[in-house]
């Protein structure tokens, strides 16, 4: 059906064909924000979702945006300049982008993006144009990490154009497969199963020895920059982006119980736009609960408590808590490659490379269960940044 309506299946289609259901609700999704009602233009929301993919380095998603904009009747002009040639309201979104792509958690102590859009710019923007541009921004900062991480090159008439090649220092990545992972993480799972407690037992600590982070991993250090192609880097806004790590000195970790998406957020932007809320809340349900009770082939294996770990885990490196989550199990579930894998995935997954497969043993995941983790850390990512936004949002309305 997707081929008959669309005269194609990209490479993204082929991926989320694994997840018939999740794919049904993405396209329904993007559908109703790109093409359904709101207040910004048709043209002005793909150019949108063109510099929220182009801010985290994804020429997958530029070149797919990119055709879509241009067979609507886009102006190639705006493509050929980038953000120089934007209306310049449009263009005061860029910091606004840049902020969501890097530290979002940054709008909770200083919403003044936000404050120049809805009250300096000129015109200035309404609440509902600013939420609907804060759904897209977060959506392709998400899906785009997802393309990125999991290693998805363009379809094959922009291949011409695409700047990241394989380079033949990768190819080291390609290392056989190491049992020891997969059986640790079903050793994990099946223990916790037995068990039914919030803590492993202490047999489970770690097996696999411990893999040193790449530099370009965010930590405690310095803050991080990633790859940029020249193609997309005039939609950024900025000369470069830098993911800066969550710092416990500089803010305040954001506890569920005093603002969730659930319980806050969902209902914040339900009363602008009740059926786009409700389709990503489906989006956000359909993968936090599908399973095939299997990891690794092994079949019949309760995978929940994996899932919501990484989950968790994900919301974590953002600054957000749940109070009522033992966060101890996130370390006896998974072992420190994993970790860093996810790490990587929602921070810099423009540098992620065959090395990185290779090295957190990414390789002995089939490839399913590797698109399904990214999509625990893809929905993690679009909470987080909505939910920063929209408490930027409310804090400049109470001023």
Request: glycine residues 4%.
């Amino acid at each position: 059906m997707l081929y008959l309506r669309n005269g194609r299946l990209t490479n993204s289609d082929r991926v989320m064909l694994w997840f018939g259901d999740l794919l049904t609700l993405h396209r329904q999704f993007v559908s109703e924000f790109l093409l359904g009602e709101g207040p910004l233009s048709q043209d002005w929301r793909m150019l949108i979702a063109i510099m929220a993919a182009s801010s985290v380095g994804c020429e997958y998603q530029y070149f797919l945006m990119r055709d879509i904009f241009l067979h609507s009747g886009g102006d190639p002009l705006f493509l050929t300049k980038g953000v120089s040639a934007f209306p310049p309201k449009l263009r005061a979104l860029t910091d606004l982008i840049y902020v969501l792509a890097y530290k979002p958690w940054s709008l909770r102590e200083d919403p003044r993006p936000v404050y120049v859009l809805l009250k300096e710019t000129t015109p200035i923007w309404s609440i509902n144009e600013l939420v609907q541009a804060l759904v897209i921004i977060s959506y392709y900062h998400g899906i785009s990490c997802f393309c990125l991480a999991f290693g998805l090159v363009p379809e094959v008439n922009f291949l011409k154009d695409f700047s990241r090649q394989e380079e033949e220092k990768e190819k080291e990545g390609m290392k056989e497969l190491d049992p020891s992972f997969t059986q640790d993480l079903c050793e994990r799972l099946r223990k916790y199963s037995a068990e039914e407690q919030d803590e492993l037992p202490a047999e489970l600590e770690p097996k696999i020895a411990f893999v040193e982070e790449p530099s370009d991993t965010p930590n405690k250090g310095p803050a991080v920059e990633e790859v940029k192609s020249p193609l997309i880097e005039r939609f950024i806004g900025k000369s470069s982006g830098v993911f800066e790590s969550f710092s416990h000195k500089n803010y305040k970790i954001l506890k569920d119980t005093d603002f969730s998406w659930k319980n806050d957020g969902f209902s914040f932007v339900n009363q602008l736009f009740s059926e786009l809320t409700v389709s990503l809340n489906a989006i956000f349900e359909e993968v936090n609960t599908m399973t095939t009770n299997s990891v690794f082939q092994t079949l019949n294996t309760d995978t929940s408590a994996l899932r919501k770990a990484i989950n968790m885990y994900a919301k974590d490196i953002f600054g957000i808590k749940h109070a009522n989550y033992p966060y101890k199990k996130i370390n006896r579930l998974m072992a420190i490659p994993l970790k860093t894998f996810i790490k990587r995935s929602v921070t810099v997954p423009a540098n992620i490379t065959n090395i990185d497969y290779g090295r957190y043993h990414i390789y002995s995941f089939p490839p399913t269960e590797v698109a399904h983790v990214l999509l625990l850390v893809q929905q993690a990512r679009i909470e987080a940044e909505l939910i920063y936004g929209i408490l930027a949002a409310q804090s400049v309305l109470k001023s």
